[in-house]
């Protein structure tokens, strides 16, 4: 897998869903698991990896989590990085900062306007008020269209629409859904359809937790497409130390490279935001028969990977791979 842009997304994990992608036989069937061997472990760890990029940028060299940029005036800033985690982060907090257009451009209680965006472009923004209270709360649904809309460089297409779940100083969540969403950099592109559960819990200037959780995802980066089934995980930035924590769980399919596992960490990542990988942390892949690969972080340069191909505990002797590497086996 190529790095996105020149900020490294290393959620080391699969994971990630949502219902509405494909018809009800895909939502409902599971992919035959892998077996997995001593020769493929890598590739299968590589595969996990790739799939799990596309929803967090959660160490980059700019040296901060793309934790979602909070639009002023008119613009919809997406933030940093092409993480779909960090996209919706940064447009629900931007669209809950704002103040509701005038009644004037209101038609009950729907809310609509358009917004220029500072690279070209534009997103229209839609929000229903359910209980037409004049502000946000809980039930109320906001969609938003983006029809080329480019901001700090990356370009927006497609619809990204919330179900708020929670609204509050502390909290912001909603039920993101992607629909024919593209999000590209001029290197990389992340294509999206279905979504997950989202919840940020802020607290100013000492830590900002991401949860997600949610049933399906189709996702491609860079052509290369992915299901993510059945997920839970977080992702927690500590500014004091400069560092984030994630774990997450979860199963994925790939089938360009004829791959499908369950995943999950069985020891938290922890990356410095300077860095482009993260310098500790281990994940499990597990497929037939209870075959196993083990990804384990050795440095934020350095990786090992060892296999359990009977499923009885007993592990290989690991093999070293440089973080970049491992990203490039499945391209």
């Not at 038609?107 to 997103?123: K, L, N």
């Not at 995802?217 to 994630?246: C, I, K, Q």
Request: glycine share 12%; aromatic share 6%.
């Amino acid at each position: 897998m190529r790095k996105i842009s020149s900020l490294s997304a290393v959620v080391v994990a699969c994971t990630l869903a949502l219902a509405g992608c494909g018809g009800d036989d895909d939502e409902t069937s599971q992919p035959t698991l892998t077996s997995i061997t001593e020769a493929n472990a890598a590739q299968v760890s590589s595969v996990v990896y790739q799939a799990a990029s596309v929803l967090f940028e959660v160490a980059s060299s700019s040296g901060v989590l793309p934790i979602g940029v909070v639009a002023s005036g008119t613009s919809a800033s997406p933030g940093s990085g092409l993480g779909l985690v960090s996209f919706a982060a940064a447009q629900l907090k931007a669209v809950t900062s704002r103040t509701l257009p005038s009644a004037s451009v209101a038609v009950g209680a729907v809310y609509q306007e358009t917004f220029a965006c500072s690279g070209g472009g534009t997103v229209t923004e839609r929000f229903d008020d359910a209980d037409n209270s004049g502000g946000e709360s809980i039930g109320d649904s906001l969609t938003l269209t983006f029809a080329n809309c480019t901001e700090e460089g990356q370009t927006a297409n497609g619809v990204l629409s919330f179900k708020l779940t929670a609204i509050s100083g502390a909290a912001i969540g909603g039920q993101a859904t992607f629909g024919n969403f593209v999000l590209n950099d001029g290197t990389d592109e992340i294509r999206a359809d279905g979504g997950f559960n989202l919840t940020i819990t802020q607290n100013p200037g000492v830590s900002e937790v991401y949860d997600i959780a949610g049933e399906r995802l189709v996702s491609a980066l860079n052509g290369d497409e992915h299901t993510l089934t059945g997920f839970s995980g977080s992702a927690a930035r500590d500014f004091a130390l400069g560092t984030v924590t994630y774990t997450f769980k979860g199963g994925v399919s790939d089938s360009s490279n004829g791959i499908a596992v369950n995943a999950e960490t069985v020891k938290a990542f922890v990356a410095n935001t300077l860095d482009d990988y993260p310098g500790s942390g281990a994940l499990r892949s597990i497929g037939a028969g209870n075959s196993q690969a083990l990804l384990e972080a050795v440095s934020s340069t350095l990786v090992r990977i060892s296999a359990d191909p009977d499923g009885d505990g007993i592990f290989t002797a690991p093999v070293e791979w440089s973080w970049s590497a491992l990203e490039a086996l499945p391209d």
